[in-house]
């Protein structure tokens, strides 16, 4: 009787145990991830001497307004230019990928073509390979064609997503079931419209979901963008931003619009994901039920 009483207390216990260790190492990583955006708020709302005097997070006057009516103003106002490119850059890029992978994944999925195993292989090498490692064949390929130093430079690799087409078919496989597809073409309907008035609007979780995943690679891409252009008025925010940061040695009044600039380039994207969150959510769990 006195063991069943110390297994059961034991197995009362455990799952306690459990559950306080698994919210530690929660609480510990969200502190973590959440560590340097808190710097960043911070820091934001001073000016120059209140960086260097102050404390990281301790709060000093509050200069965020005038920040930002500086960082909007400096050099004639070439942020919103790199703002504006980044915009451009992402959004086209973004919606573009996520139209070429859904249609790719749908492809692999449904139809039965020679070569198929072959040419999914072939994804998936590309999902394996750093992006870094492309950049130069990349910068070779866009100046034998003329295209260095223009947008079309930073447009044109970023359509293409392996890890897209991947997410896609797996979206395919559990959102599109082949019966809805073969009812829509007894009633008429050919492969173009079949995919873009049925399969299209079931996929639109995964749709989401890629284009989050493209939003976030795009947004952040520097290297391909160091590569490819030399021209400051072709800069996206993160290359500008580094720019500014390589000088602040020699320019010291740029070191508070580096910080506030960084604040304002990481906005649009937790925007995005709060917005956007619900399709996100579903859609990763797409493969997860079959």
């Known amino acids: 009787m006195t063991s069943l009483r110390t297994d059961r ?51 000093a006057d509050f200069q965020l307004f005038a920040n930002l009516g500086e960082l909007f103003s400096y050099g004639d106002g070439i942020y919103l230019r790199w703002l504006g490119n980044t915009v451009l850059y992402t959004v086209v890029a ?15 999925d449904k139809y039965a073509f020679r070569g198929k195993r072959f040419g999914f292989g072939v994804v998936l090498v590309g999902v394996l390979v750093p992006s870094t490692v492309l950049q130069l064949p990349l910068y070779l390929l866009a100046s034998a064609a003329g295209l260095v130093n223009t947008y079309w430079a930073v447009l044109l690799p970023s359509l293409v997503n392996p890890f897209g087409v991947y997410l896609a078919r797996v979206f395919s496989e559990g959102y599109v ?19 873009a008035r049925v399969a299209l609007p079931m996929l639109a979780p995964g749709f989401v979901t890629i284009f989050l995943f493209t939003l976030t690679a795009t947004w952040n891409n520097f290297y391909g963008a160091l590569m490819m252009l030399n021209d400051e008025k072709l800069f996206p ?48 769990t797409a493969g997860a039920v079959k």
């Not at 306080?20 to 959440?34: D, F, I, K, M, T």
């Open 237 to 284: 925010v993160s290359l500008g931003l580094f720019t500014w940061n390589s000088s602040v040695q020699q320019q010291p009044q740029l070191y508070p619009l580096v910080i506030v600039g960084s604040l304002v380039a990481v906005l649009p994207l937790v925007a995005a994901f709060l917005f956007l969150q619900r399709f996100w959510r579903s859609g990763l």
């Open 9 to 59: 207390a034991r197995a009362t216990r455990t799952p306690v145990t459990s559950r306080l260790v698994v919210n530690a190492l929660l609480a510990v990583s969200a502190l973590y991830a959440l560590m340097p955006l808190s710097w960043l708020l911070v820091a934001a709302t001073k000016d120059r001497g209140d960086l260097f005097s102050t404390g990281a997070f301790a709060l």
């Open 94 to 108: 973004s919606v573009l990928s996520s139209l070429v992978s859904v249609a790719a994944g749908y492809a692999f």
């Open 177 to 195: 079931p082949d019966e809805t597809l073969e009812a829509a073409r007894v009633d008429g309907a050919g492969e173009l419209r079949t995919f």
